[in-house]
């Protein structure tokens, strides 16, 4: 499994409720909450997001709200992954629950670039920024892990395997 594509870079403590504001969470559409997706901290966000890019924030990305639907505005956008120096707990979790991929590197997070253009190779945790050449390592996710992913989370492996 891979990924690919233009760079949306944040910093650190990029909490939730800039996710995607609490005005939105009366709905639990996966398009709707989309379509306000980081709109508090990047107002063009929606309008250039396009299917397989990344972000790639700080360290505590997703901290604050446990609420599930900041991963799923974050998938439903057309990001692919995200890459940070380091998640809140909840937020890695309701991510690999969704099937959202998230890696920890913190070298990637310090020096990747906004625009640049960035590959992950997943099972391997190997990340490129096609931009400067140069290759990150991040720990890959566990064979198990990667399968919830790959069905597109937690429901979707159950509805498969069982």
């Known amino acids: ?3 690919s594509g233009r760079v949306f870079r944040y910093g650190d403590n990029i909490d939730t409720d800039v996710i995607i504001p609490a005005r939105y969470l009366n709905t639990s559409d996966h398009k709707e909450l989309a379509s306000h997706c980081m709109e508090d901290i990047d107002k063009d966000f929606v309008k250039n997001v396009k299917p ?3 972000i790639v924030g700080g360290r505590n990305f ?3 709200s446990s609420r599930e639907h900041a991963p799923i505005a974050i998938k439903a956008s057309g990001i692919s992954c995200v890459i940070a120096s380091t998640f809140a707990r909840i937020f890695y979790r309701n991510s690999i629950n969704i099937g959202l991929p998230i890696l920890e590197c913190d070298e990637a997070s310090r020096e990747i670039k ?3 253009s960035v590959s992950v190779d997943f099972s391997s945790g190997t ?3 096609e931009t400067t050449g140069k290759t990150y ?3 890959p996710f566990p064979p198990f892990m990667q399968s919830l992913i790959q069905a597109g989370g ?3 492996y159950i509805k498969e395997n069982y």
């Open 154 to 156: 937690l429901a979707e």
């Open 62 to 64: 997703g901290c604050g």
């Open 127 to 129: 990340i490129v920024d």
């Open 114 to 116: 906004d625009g640049d």
């Open 52 to 54: 397989g890019d990344i």
């Open 137 to 139: 390592k991040a720990e």
């Open 1 to 3: 499994m891979n990924a």
